[in-house]
């Protein structure tokens, strides 16, 4: 069994623009690199041992600073911890997608399923590679990630509709043999 707290990246220039990111790499900017600071600041006391990362440099850096902050290792990058991949969505604003499309992520952006599949897959290859030390992980990835992780962890009850997973936020799982279970998450009300 290993506990995994994943935190969402710091905000970036298009975030904060409302833009689609997806597999988009976009650097933090100087709030993001704050959050990420306060996020650490926020984990200092959970015994973390090692962080991983998704390898897109928003969540990179975030990684870096909670690691450097922390005295741990990391980041170690995990592929499968990228963003959702939108495809035709990505750079666009969700108002464009409405009105183009009538659906939030467009047609062509990649499933739940395949997002939750390749992201447990990952999150199960670092646990294995950290098997040694002693102690929880941090890994750092994405909105619709987590926020897939957490639908699929809590059988769909969290997040509640309406509610969004900011930048820098934390929230921890639970990943053994039977799969990934929800310990805690800090989804918040969308605006």
Do not use: C
């Not at 990649?110 to 646990?127: G, Q």
């Not at 929880?136 to 009850?157: C, F, K, M, Q, T």
């Amino acid at each position: 069994m290993t506990v995994i707290t994943l935190v969402r990246h710091g905000q970036t220039d298009w975030n904060m623009l409302g833009r689609v990111q997806g597999r988009t790499d976009i650097p933090l900017n100087d709030t993001g690199r704050a959050q990420a600071r306060e996020a650490a600041e926020a984990l200092r006391h959970g015994g973390y041992a090692a962080v991983v990362s998704s390898p897109l440099s928003r969540a990179r850096e975030t990684a870096e600073i909670i690691a450097g902050v922390l005295g741990v290792p990391g980041p170690a990058l995990y592929d499968g911890l990228v963003e959702r991949d939108y495809a035709s969505a990505e750079g666009l604003t969700s108002e464009d997608l409405w009105k183009l499309q009538r659906r939030a992520m467009g047609p062509d952006a990649e499933s739940d399923e395949a997002v939750a599949t390749r992201a447990v897959a990952a999150l199960r290859d670092a646990a294995a590679a950290h098997a040694h030390v002693d102690g929880p992980l941090i890994a750092v990835a994405h909105g619709s990630l987590i926020r897939v992780l957490i639908a699929l962890a809590s059988d769909g009850e969290f997040p509640r509709p309406g509610e969004r997973v900011e930048n820098g936020s934390q929230h921890a799982f639970r990943l053994d043999d039977e799969g990934l279970s929800l310990l805690s998450y800090s989804a918040v009300p969308a605006d």
